[in-house]
C-alpha cells in the first residue's frame, strides 16, 4: 500500500473563506425564507402606501384618448314669459300721489288723473279720509275706454280718520288714463293718498 501523502493543513484564510461563504448562503436562504407567498396574503394587508411609485403607475396603465365631442341636441322650447313681465322686461309702475285736498259737503270730486300707455293695469289706490260726516264717504277709481270701475266706502259715524284701499284690474287693453275720485257725506271730507297701475299682459 502506498503511503498516503500527508495533507496539508488548511491555512486560516481558507478557514475564514469558507466560513464567510457559508453565512452568505445562510442569509440568503434566511432572506429566501421571507419573501411573500400567497398563504400569507391576507385582505387588505397590502396598500397603496406600502408600494412603490413605480409599481403603481405600472398597474394603474396608460390614461386613454378624449373621446369625441358628441353631436348637439335640439333646442328647447321657448320658456314663458315672467309675471308682470313683457318680453322678459320687468314691468314699469305709473303713480301719483295725492296731497291733501277738501272736498265740500255733498260733492263728488275727482282727485286726480294718472296718465299711462294704452295697456292693461293692475290698479291700486290707497285714499286717507278725514271727516265729520255722519253718512258714509266714497272713493272710487275708473279706467277710461271702457276700462272698468271700482270703489270702496268709509262710514265714520260722526267724526274720525282712515285709510280705505281700492283696487282693480282693467276689462281691457286699452286704457290710457285712470282717474281717482272721491264724494264726500254731509260734511267737508279731507283726502290724501296714492294711485299706482302695473301692465299686464
Known sequence: MKHLKKMKRPQLGTILASLALIVALGGT?????????GKQLKNKTITKNKLAPKTI???KGQKGEKGDTGVQGPKGDQGAPGINGVNGVVAPVYGESVGSINIPANTELGVTTLPVPAGKYIVTANVS???????????GIAANNSGGENNNTYDNNGGG???IPIQMVTENANVTSISLGCAAGDQVAGVSGDILAIPVQ
Request: glycine share 4%; hydrophobic share 40%.
Open 29 to 37: 436562504a434566511t432572506a429566501a425564507s421571507g419573501l411573500i407567498n
Open 57 to 59: 403607475t405600472a398597474l
Open 129 to 139: 279720509i278725514t271727516t265729520n260726516a255722519t253718512d258714509v264717504v266714497s272713493c
Open 161 to 163: 280718520r282712515s285709510t
